[in-house]
């Protein structure tokens, strides 16, 4: 006999699809690099990144120490420049760390921020079963009012509170978590802060001599050395002109320590109505669309050459100061147009001069006159050598306006020609029979003009980076849970019908201090229960007396 299964066939099973594996891999590097451990590794990469940044000269602060760089190290210095170590800050590879980091950051903000906002709006978990299991154990009597007053006294001390019947929970330390976010979010906004900074700053340093021919004019030309963003164009600077009308600073006595400075300008800005202005090292002269930032100062001596036709050169000259504390000054007065034939026109460039040395403002009573003894013009002395030749400027090769170029020294396209102490009005006449006379000196002052639109932002995210950081490592997160039992007679109840209160608690966090904080909270939330009862009692009295 045939036996027939008219049973239906069980529905086929669908087949598995097989992951994506380019999702898969997307996936999975998106995991990697939102996690905290990478961002603590990209953090650690872009301190070594600026390392680079820090030893080596940058081209963007100072390309005169690149070029020095490049002459003292000609076999290393283009290997770093193919790898940008002397534009390490806008260099792809530290690009390449900054985006990533602020990538993770991000990342790994996001999701935590949904949980932590998620675990604000919602209510404490509920008791558990058995209290004696939790790290801290208590059982007291039960306060008046049960589970309602012992919710209103967690309150009185800030606990996050819910109430299930004779159950109550509570948490507190939220702060925790979220100074932890808040700390992670300024990181962001600080990075925010740089890049615009980066990308829409700039800066630039220019030496000013005081006078009225002495005119700065806020253009890219007029700055010795600038930082501009990639952003930023020369027409986007500010229009506005400083004169430096005089420059006062007072020195100790004693040691000769600087103990004030304070610049008086006159601005005219954007062709306006001009105005004085004072500013000093720590109240910088704020403009619009710019800071001008005081950095140094020193002293121009004014010399007048004249040259063997009798044509005269008068010229301040300033002599940057050497770092010593009497404020010696080394420099150059170049003249390259001297020696010119009135008749002809024609200069040789072989008689063109100039006059290397140190100026010093009190110079001592006897050599060597090398180094001043104090900051002030007590007894101002110029110490000159002279030099005649081909000084090179016509060359179309950059060099410095405040020193010979040795290099033409070195070669005997120059040659000295002779050395002279010179005090203000004394007159030097040279083998040629041309004369250098000292007049006198200006003040100068280093200015700093700078635009950085993400400095307030800066700001403002370290001041709340820091309060964050406080709250992260201060905050605790800890939860307490009472429940209020009718009392058992038989085993030590206080009084026959009355209830207990079983307490518990569990700090979520390493919190080494949670059992007396728990014990306080313990004897503080009876403590309140009697309070409120002897307040009962009271009101109830009362209200006999008045009815009597």
């Known amino acids: 006999m045939t036996v027939v299964d008219d049973r239906p066939a069980p529905p086929a099973e669908a087949p598995r699809r097989r992951p994506n594996p380019a999702l898969a891999l997307l996936r999975n590097s998106w995991r990697q690099l939102t996690s905290m451990r990478t961002a603590l590794v990209l953090l650690f990469l872009l301190a070594v990144a600026a390392i680079p940044g820090s030893v080596l000269p940058q081209r963007g602060v100072n390309p005169e120490d690149v070029r020095d760089y490049f002459a003292a190290h000609p076999d290393l210095a283009p290997v770093l420049d193919r790898i940008g170590a002397f534009e390490a800050f806008g260099s792809v590879w530290f690009s390449a760390i900054y985006l990533l980091l602020f990538t993770s950051l991000i990342g790994c903000i996001t999701p935590r921020l949904r949980d932590h906002v998620r675990a604000l709006r919602s209510q404490p978990p509920p008791v558990p079963k058995r209290l004696d299991r939790l790290p801290q154990h208590a059982v007291f009597a039960a306060p008046t009012g049960g589970a309602a007053a012992i919710a209103a006294s967690l309150r009185r001390r800030r606990w996050r509170t819910v109430v299930r019947g004779d159950e109550v929970s509570a948490e507190k330390g939220y702060l925790k978590e979220t100074g932890n976010l ?145 404020l010696t000054g080394e420099g150059a007065a170049l003249f390259p147009d001297a020696n010119v034939d009135p008749a002809t026109g024609k200069r040789d460039p072989n008689l063109q001069m100039a006059f290397t040395g140190l100026y010093l403002p009190t110079a001592p009573q006897e050599g060597p006159f090398v180094r001043s003894e104090f900051p002030t013009e007590r007894n101002p002395l110029l110490n000159l050598v002279a030099y005649r030749g081909n000084l090179g400027l016509d060359a179309g090769i950059p060099g410095s306006v405040y020193e010979l170029d040795e290099r033409q020294v070195r070669s005997g396209r120059v040659k000295e020609v002779g050395t002279k102490l010179l005090k203000v009005g004394e007159t030097w006449t040279l083998d040629d029979g041309t004369r250098l006379e000292f007049l006198g000196t200006e003040p100068y002052i280093v200015l700093s003009v700078r635009y950085d639109p993400g400095s307030t932002l800066l700001l403002v995210s370290a001041g709340t980076l820091l309060l964050g950081l406080m709250g992260s490592l201060f905050g605790r997160r800890r939860r307490v849970f009472f429940r209020v039992v009718p009392a058992d007679p038989e085993n030590g109840s206080p009084t026959s019908g009355s209830s207990l209160v079983e307490a518990g608690g569990l700090p979520r966090t390493d919190h080494p201090g949670f059992a007396d904080e728990f014990a306080q909270l313990v004897a503080a939330v009876g403590d309140d229960g009697q309070r409120d009862e002897r307040a009962g009692a009271d009101d109830r009295a009362g209200a006999r007396e008045g009815a009597e």
């Open 182 to 326: 808040l700390f992670h979010a300024s990181l962001v906004v600080v990075l925010v802060g740089v890049a615009l900074g980066s990308w829409y700053g700039w800066s630039g340093n220019r030496l000013l001599v005081a006078g009225a021919d002495n005119q700065f004019c806020n253009t890219k030309q007029q700055y010795a050395e600038t930082t501009f963003g990639p952003r930023v164009s020369s027409g986007d600077l500010p229009r506005f002109c400083l004169r430096l009308d005089d420059f006062e600073a007072t020195f100790l006595e004693t040691n000769g320590q600087p103990e004030s400075f304070n610049a008086r300008v006159t601005v005219d800005e954007d062709g306006g109505t001009p105005r004085p202005a004072e500013f000093s090292v720590n109240s910088p002269l704020r403009l619009d669309g710019a800071n001008v930032y005081l950095l140094g100062h020193g002293y121009a001596p004014v010399v007048r050459y004249t040259d063997r036709f009798g044509n005269s050169q008068t010229s301040p000259t300033p002599f940057l100061a050497t770092g010593d504390v009497g």
